[in-house]
């Protein structure tokens, strides 16, 4: 009785933590996963970027709860979908990509995937690539799957809206991406697919196509997104992204930057703390009875840790309080070499990139946010002599020393 007590547990925390909403119900699905059934699912990843970030580890961990339950999980590579570029959420068409860059871009991606998936035992996730079928669909297969829908189902897409009343062009590849994308549900024959709530409507149209085609009820579970304050999505797009490649130090100093209204999603979404343990850190800081930092000090080390260990996560802490908490200099500064005898100030930062642009460092040095041998200065037309050992400090955490 206990194991059942067990499985049924983790069954309601696979359809509830994290889960924005699933599709056509959670109770549909449950019912389903109860009945000792086992399901094939998957959950496809976009290769424009070289890397994963902190939102691809929701779906990934969602992932990783229903391999545990000993289902069959799929981690799709879109190699073919990422050359045709996903408008979701877009303003205006995205550059589409070539097969060598969506390949090199996602080399890595298994790696990552292992610190939640088990590619190996007795139920190993597997990795697939969509052009292994979509490369061989032909002009004709084309047609027949696109009649299933309408460009009335295609255009009512919010940001396809916006772009009409701006008079903006629409493509008429990225109506076709949601239909490639629905046909990966249907080359591998899927019971579900998850994803991030922003990823709805494509799912949705994978949804439609197992029914009208194969008459088969493919269930959808929308996972919830890791927002900044002004609501917009944590990742490459947006340019606030935390890779899974970060460093000890840069991961733990990125996520004690977030403001306090992300820490308990990110302890929903980004780690195993269990719910019930995440309430409490919520009604104390409600109540005011801690201060924001120390939970957001906690969560910082428990990601820091998964990715990089325990002493990796102590010892960026450790620095973290050195830099921010004393005023210290971090106990490891990158070196660059700089062969000029002086520069002028917003020459120097964009030469050692510690800031990319001389708008933004004029900005920068405007507000006294820039040191130099911890001096502040504030002169954006001032003259720098360079000399071996300079250290120069942009913002609260970024060091540089000239060799």
Same mark, same amino acid.
């Given at each position: 009785?206990?194991?059942?007590?067990?499985?049924?547990?983790?069954?309601?925390?696979?359809?509830?933590?994290?889960?924005?909403?699933?599709?056509?119900?959670?109770?549909?699905?449950?019912?389903?996963?109860?009945?000792?059934?086992?399901?094939?699912?998957?959950?496809?990843?976009?290769?424009?970027?070289?890397?994963?970030?902190?939102?691809?580890?929701?779906?990934?961990?969602?992932?990783?709860?229903?391999?545990?339950?000993?289902?069959?999980?799929?981690?799709?590579?879109?190699?073919?979908?990422?050359?045709?570029?996903?408008?979701?959420?877009?303003?205006?068409?995205?550059?589409?990509?070539?097969?060598? @860059? %969506?390949?090199?871009?996602?080399?890595?991606?298994?790696? =990552?995937? *292992?610190?939640? /998936?088990?590619? &190996?035992?007795? !139920?190993?996730?597997?990795?697939?690539?969509?052009?292994?079928?979509?490369?061989?669909?032909?002009?004709?297969?084309?047609?027949?799957?696109?009649?299933?829908?309408?460009?009335?189902?295609?255009?009512?897409?919010?940001?396809?809206?916006?772009?009409?009343?701006?008079?903006?062009?629409?493509?008429?590849?990225?109506?076709?991406?949601?239909?490639?994308?629905?046909?990966?549900?249907?080359?591998?024959?899927?019971?579900? @697919? %998850?994803?991030?709530?922003?990823?709805?409507?494509?799912? =949705?149209? *994978?949804?439609? /196509?197992?029914? &009208?085609?194969? !008459?088969?009820?493919?269930?959808?579970?929308?996972?919830?997104?890791?927002?900044?304050?002004?609501?917009?999505?944590?990742?490459?797009?947006?340019?606030?992204?935390?890779?899974?490649?970060?460093?000890?130090?840069?991961?733990?100093?990125?996520?004690?930057?977030?403001?306090?209204?992300?820490?308990?999603?990110?302890?929903?979404?980004?780690?195993?703390?269990?719910?019930?343990?995440?309430?409490?850190?919520?009604?104390?800081?409600?109540?005011?009875?801690?201060?924001?930092?120390?939970?957001?000090?906690?969560?910082?080390?428990?990601?820091?840790?998964?990715?990089?260990?325990?002493?990796?996560?102590?010892?960026?802490?450790?620095?973290?309080?050195?830099?921010?908490?004393?005023?210290?200099?971090?106990?490891?500064?990158?070196?660059?070499?700089?062969?000029?005898?002086?520069?002028?100030?917003?020459?120097?930062?964009?030469?050692?990139?510690?800031?990319?642009?001389?708008?933004?460092?004029?900005?920068?040095?405007?507000?006294?946010?820039?040191?130099?041998?911890?001096?502040?200065?504030?002169?954006?037309?001032?003259?720098?002599?360079?000399?071996?050992?300079?250290?120069?400090?942009?913002?609260?955490?970024?060091?540089?020393?000239?060799?």
């Amino acid at each position: 009785m206990k194991q059942v007590a067990d499985v049924q547990e983790k069954i309601k925390e696979a359809l509830t933590r994290g889960v924005e909403k699933v599709y056509p119900s959670a109770e549909a699905l449950k019912e389903v996963l109860e009945s000792g059934k086992k399901i094939r699912l998957y959950c496809g990843y976009d290769p424009s970027s070289p890397t994963l970030h902190f939102g691809h580890s929701i779906t990934l961990r969602k992932l990783s709860q229903f391999q545990k339950l000993g289902h069959e999980v799929i981690m799709l590579t879109g190699d073919f979908t990422g050359m045709i570029g996903d408008p979701t959420d877009k303003t205006a068409a995205r550059k589409k990509l070539s097969r060598d @860059e %969506v390949i090199r871009n996602s080399e890595n991606y298994k790696k =990552l995937a *292992g610190n939640f /998936l088990d590619f &190996s035992g007795e !139920n190993p996730a597997q990795i697939k690539y969509n052009s292994e079928w979509s490369d061989k669909l032909t002009f004709l297969d084309l047609i027949e799957i696109a009649s299933n829908f309408t460009v009335g189902q295609m255009i009512v897409r919010d940001m396809f809206q916006e772009r009409i009343k701006r008079n903006e062009p629409i493509y008429l590849h990225e109506f076709l991406y949601p239909i490639a994308q629905g046909y990966d549900s249907l080359a591998m024959d899927v019971d579900l @697919e %998850v994803g991030g709530a922003d990823q709805t409507f494509n799912m =949705l149209v *994978g949804r439609d /196509l197992m029914k &009208s085609v194969k !008459n088969k009820e493919k269930f959808v579970l929308t996972t919830k997104l890791l927002t900044d304050p002004s609501g917009k999505k944590m990742g490459k797009t947006e340019g606030n992204m935390v890779s899974m490649e970060d460093s000890a130090k840069d991961m733990f100093g990125k996520i004690m930057s977030w403001p306090d209204g992300q820490i308990i999603p990110a302890f929903e979404l980004l780690t195993d703390t269990p719910l019930a343990e995440i309430e409490n850190i919520s009604c104390e800081l409600k109540e005011e009875r801690i201060n924001p930092r120390d939970p957001k000090a906690r969560l910082a080390k428990k990601i820091t840790s998964f990715y990089h260990g325990e002493e990796a996560a102590v010892q960026a802490e450790k620095e973290f309080s050195l830099v921010f908490k004393e005023g210290a200099r971090p106990l490891e500064i990158p070196e660059i070499k700089v062969s000029e005898e002086e520069l002028n100030i917003l020459d120097l930062l964009i030469k050692t990139e510690l800031i990319p642009s001389k708008s933004e460092a004029k900005r920068l040095v405007l507000q006294g946010a820039i040191e130099i041998d911890d001096e502040i200065k504030k002169d954006w037309k001032e003259t720098i002599k360079i000399k071996k050992g300079l250290v120069i400090k942009a913002g609260k955490r970024k060091f540089i020393k000239l060799r």
